[in-house]
């Protein structure tokens, strides 16, 4: 590795250090949010649907992982169609995690959404063709990642006991909110990336960021792990 990719790499992990540090680090939630998720009642459609969205902004782990998926992308059509893969992953575990209180272990759930965006770092890089000599299916792993992204949002949830009152509603509007916060993000994301594919330095820069998304990703697994074993 060069000099010049080095200082490429650099620079984007510790953009992502600094992007996944402090409260975004344990999705951060305020004091006024934790209160009204813990003492709400009935059917609160709009403060649901914009703490879903204000989650998904803030959700370093799902972007990482989005960040990766459509990084090589370059048609909007395939944009949307792997977009939609993650989405209907994570809408189902999630609606279905919440409704009937499927509890998964927080820790062992956001190490493997850290392993997702360690996967898709290491795909993007070619290291599946390189290492094993075979592409795995990306639509299928996306869904599948997808799944488990869903599972980490419930579990989210979940720790606040929201009422039964208007929970269907409620988780509906939660959503739906996810899915605003999910392409307001993405079309940044997208202009970012489409500015910089303009730019010579490209290649490099596609280089150092799918290496700091692997990187990153291990990162938050051994994170979680070790909060499950000293936790």
């Not at 599948?144 to 599972?151: A, D, P, V």
Request: aromatic letters at 14%; glycine letters at 10%.
């Amino acid at each position: 590795m060069n000099n010049k990719l080095l200082s490429v790499c650099l620079k984007v992990i510790a953009l992502l250090m600094a992007f996944v540090s402090s409260d975004a680090f344990a999705h951060g939630v305020d004091d006024s949010t934790r209160n009204f998720l813990e003492n709400n009642t009935g059917v609160q459609f709009i403060p649901f649907l914009y703490i879903g969205a204000k989650h998904m902004v803030t959700g370093y782990d799902h972007l990482l992982f989005l960040v990766g998926v459509i990084f090589f992308l370059y048609k909007s059509k395939d944009v949307l169609l792997y977009v939609t893969m993650f989405t209907i992953g994570h809408s189902v575990t999630l609606l279905y995690g919440v409704l009937n209180d499927i509890n998964v272990n927080p820790y062992i759930i956001d190490a493997i959404i850290g392993l997702s965006v360690a996967y898709k770092g290491f795909d993007n890089l070619g290291g599946f063709k390189k290492v094993f000599g075979k592409q795995p299916n990306t639509k299928l792993a996306v869904l599948i990642f997808g799944l488990f992204h869903g599972f980490g949002l419930a579990t989210k949830l979940q720790e606040f006991k929201i009422p039964d009152d208007g929970l269907l509603s409620n988780i509906i509007a939660f959503n739906l909110g996810v899915e605003l916060g999910q392409f307001a993000a993405l079309g940044i994301i997208l202009l970012l990336i489409n500015a910089w594919r303009k730019l010579p330095s490209y290649e490099r820069f596609a280089v150092g960021t799918n290496t700091a998304l692997m990187s990153a990703g291990f990162m938050l697994v051994g994170f979680q792990m070790a909060g499950y074993f000293l936790n």
